[in-house]
């Protein structure tokens, strides 16, 4: 009786001690944050609607501090600067830019689509100097 009450002390001691050491994994947070596959350096080749000419350039993409599902366009339409940024929505793989004004003038409406890990398909408009202009770009992930 002795060992079979020692035996079941021992075991009960060990199923105790799993059950401590056991630890529900959480996610980080953020972690389901679908901002996170779509920030970075992204490099745009860009076409336009009335010309054959096509131009690459870098755009970079942060997530916003003050909105958990916006993220911020630095250079996006190429005005040549990363001081001059508009704002995107984030859907799951999706960021919508809305119609505003960029702080040289510039009006910028459109959206990209993630397309793969490290592809985004864009469609753009922007108004400069009274001149609208359609876009479409592909950007891959630097």
């Known amino acids: 009786m002795k060992t079979y009450t020692r035996n079941l002390f021992i075991l009960l001691l060990l199923v105790m001690m799993a059950i401590t050491s056991c630890e529900i994994a959480e996610d980080e947070p953020g972690s389901d944050d679908p901002r996170d596959k779509m920030t970075g350096t992204w490099q745009f080749s860009e076409n336009s609607v009335k010309s054959t000419r096509s131009i690459s350039y ?3 993409i942060t997530k916003d501090p003050d909105n958990s599902s916006q993220v911020i366009l630095e250079n996006l ?38 397309v793969s890990s490290g592809t985004m398909n864009w469609t753009y408009s922007l108004i400069a100097g009274g001149d609208i202009e359609e876009y479409t770009a592909v950007a891959t992930k630097l």
Do not use: A, R, Y
């Open 58 to 60: 870098t755009v970079n």
């Open 77 to 114: 339409g190429n005005p040549g600067s990363f001081d001059i940024h508009s704002s995107g929505i984030v859907t799951s793989s999706q960021i919508v830019v809305s119609e505003q004004t960029l702080s040289n003038g510039w009006v910028i409406e459109g959206s990209g689509k993630l």
